[in-house]
T-cell receptor
Framework: EPEVTQTPSHQVTQMGQEVILRCVPISNHLYFYWYRQILGQKVEFLVSFYNNEISEKSEIFDDQFSVERPDGSNFTLKIRSTKLEDSAMYFC???????????FGPGTRLTVL | GQSLEQPSEVTAVEGAIVQINCTYQ??????LSWYQQHDGGAPTFLSY????GLEETGRFSSFLSRSDSYGYLLLQELQMKDSASYFC??????????FGAGTQVVVTP
């Protein structure tokens, strides 16, 4: 069964450093999302991406964040200058059509020291 | 504002039935989804309601009343492996999911 994959599973970085989180969505999916979950809290929407552009973003997704689909398979989230409060689990999700279910990847645990 | 309310924790014994309620106040409502999450794991899709009524998928059922801004997830014949967090999530007209805070279900022998 096809699944969303994410790398790395765990990333540790120093405050102020740039990180890139990678996702490979399910191959024929067209809609892509990033969510984050701070430990013990709910899953929060960050950004949605369709047709090679951002379709919606939340207040969390400020100028320090960016997304890219550099090729036909990868979908990346970049944080330019990490802060302590960026420590969280970051989930990528994808879906095939507008009305379809979103499927989540296993997540990347980001720890900012 | 936008909010989803669900109980923080429910405890039940194996074989029992558990109902997790979710009330929501959001803009651009398109449907209500339910996801299961085991500790440290990815949210896993369980069920989705776009229209009023009951959707049944094996031991899990989900119900929606759009007029009451209310839904629930019903877990039947509880098993130990059902111990997890369960999230309701509103799908808005843009397609994104807005999650509730989650309900921790604890299944005891």
């Amino acid at each position: 069964e096809p699944e969303v994959t994410q790398t790395p599973s765990h990333q540790v970085t120093q405050m102020g450093q740039e990180v890139i989180l990678r996702c490979v969505p399910i191959s024929n999916h067209l809609y892509f999302y990033w969510y984050r979950q701070i430990l013990g809290q709910k899953v929060e929407f960050l950004v949605s991406f369709y047709n090679n552009e951002i379709s919606e973003k939340s207040e969390i997704f400020d100028d320090q964040f960016s997304v890219e689909r550099p090729d036909g398979s990868n979908f990346t989230l970049k944080i330019r200058s990490t802060k302590l409060e960026d420590s969280a689990m970051y989930f990528c999700a994808s879906k095939g059509g507008a009305a379809d279910t979103q499927y989540f990847g296993p997540g990347t645990r980001l720890t900012v020291l | 504002g936008q909010s989803l309310e669900q109980p923080s924790e429910v405890t039940a014994v194996e074989g029992a039935i558990v109902q997790i309620n979710c009330t929501y106040q959001t803009s651009g409502f398109y449907g209500l989804s339910w996801y299961q999450q085991h500790d440290g794991g990815a949210p896993t899709f369980l069920s989705y309601n776009a229209l009023d009524g009951l959707e049944e998928t094996g031991r899990f059922s989900s119900f929606l009343s759009r007029s009451d801004s209310y839904g629930y997830l019903l877990l039947q014949e509880l098993q130990m492996k059902d111990s997890a967090s369960y999230f309701c999530a509103v799908k808005d007209s843009w397609g994104k999911l807005q999650f509730g805070a989650g309900t921790q279900v604890v299944v005891t022998p």
